[in-house]
């Protein structure tokens, strides 16, 4: 297993505190030869975290990946947001647990889809490593939300079968009210 730099662990604990954190690194060569290194950091926080993206020891000012198709273990999805969304690890929202995640890419021909050199659709071969790096870190946190939905819809299910079980007790036990027939 690939550790991270002391510096990412440092000031991800610094800025939020992290109870525990996962790390993956890809580096990857294109059939024509390119290569690409992939960093994955995916940190379960105490405070809520950001996303934080770089490509090429630079930090994005919008979102790489925004039209990349990314198959992340049983998840797949259009672009980094909702991959980690589908992941349970999406920074800042409610309905994942807190944590911070960073990304950096690194290759030395990348296609950018706008001109402040930020945005950019990875090819196939950089797409797939990617998503494996995603997966390989979030799929621990994405195990417990899986895990702590299934429960929650079976209590769900158990808390509405035990009201409608007593819901036909109580039933059962109110006495009907007599008809005019039978209280003559």
């Not at 995916?42 to 930090?59: D, Q, Y």
């Not at 349970?88 to 950018?112: K, N, R, S, Y």
């Amino acid at each position: 297993m690939c550790t991270p730099s002391c510096d990412q662990v440092h000031w991800f604990q610094q800025w939020y505190g992290v109870t525990r954190f996962w790390y993956d690194r890809k580096a990857v060569v294109s059939d024509q030869g390119i290569p690409c290194v992939i960093e994955v950091v995916v940190a379960k926080t105490v405070e809520p975290g950001h996303l934080w993206t770089g490509v090429n020891f630079s930090p994005t000012f919008e979102r790489p990946l925004a039209n990349t198709y990314l198959e992340c273990g049983k998840e797949s999805n259009y672009g980094i947001i909702s991959a980690l969304y589908d992941l349970h690890v999406l920074p800042g929202d409610d309905e994942c647990p807190p944590t911070a995640v960073a990304l950096h890419i690194v290759c030395p021909v990348l296609e950018f889809t706008d001109r402040g050199k930020t945005r950019f659709d990875a090819p196939k071969w950089m797409a797939a490593p990617i998503g494996e790096a995603l997966w390989k870190t979030a799929r621990a946190l994405y195990g417990e939300e899986e895990q702590r939905t299934k429960d929650a819809a079976k209590a769900q299910r158990l808390s509405e079968a035990r009201e409608a079980r007593e819901e036909r007790a109580r039933a059962a036990e109110t006495p009907k009210e007599m008809t005019l027939k039978e209280r003559l």
